[in-house]
Nanobody, 118 residues
Framework: QVQLVESGGGSVQAGGSLRLSCAAS????????MGWFRQAPGKEREKVAT????????AYAGSVKGRFTISQDNAKKTLYLQMNSLKPEDTAMYYC???????????WGQGTQVTVSS
């Protein structure tokens, strides 16, 4: 069963922090790649961060490198995105994803809104 349920979005001032969570089903959590994408109105979808199974490491978009951290809790089958030093341009709908390939975009959650005010 495919299940990805995001939480943790909200409104924050620039410079603040938020932590997004994504609770996954057993099947989804065992995929090769899990990640976070975002999309703002009128903008293209952006792959924010991904993490790969089997010690494959993590990867980040240049726009968030050094500010965002992706992590997992295997016991809780939960994916996280710690977002620090948030900027207004980080405002978007954030989606948790999973896939059996490096594209990391096979399965999608419903999204959680992040709004950063200046």
């Amino acid at each position: 069963q495919v299940q990805l349920v995001e939480s943790g979005g909200g409104s924050v001032q620039a410079g603040g922090s938020l932590r997004l969570s994504c609770a996954a089903s057993e099947y989804t959590y065992r995929t090769y790649c899990m990640g976070w994408f975002r999309q703002a109105p009128g903008k293209e979808r952006e792959k924010v961060a991904t993490i790969y199974a089997g010690g494959g490491g993590a990867a980040y978009a240049g726009s968030v490198k050094g500010r965002f951290t992706i992590s997992q809790d295997n016991a809780k089958k939960t994916l996280y995105l710690q977002m620090n030093s948030l900027k207004p341009e980080d405002t978007a709908m954030y989606y948790c994803t999973a896939a059996w390939s490096r594209s990391c975009d096979q399965y999608w959650g419903q999204g959680t809104q992040v709004t950063v005010s200046s």
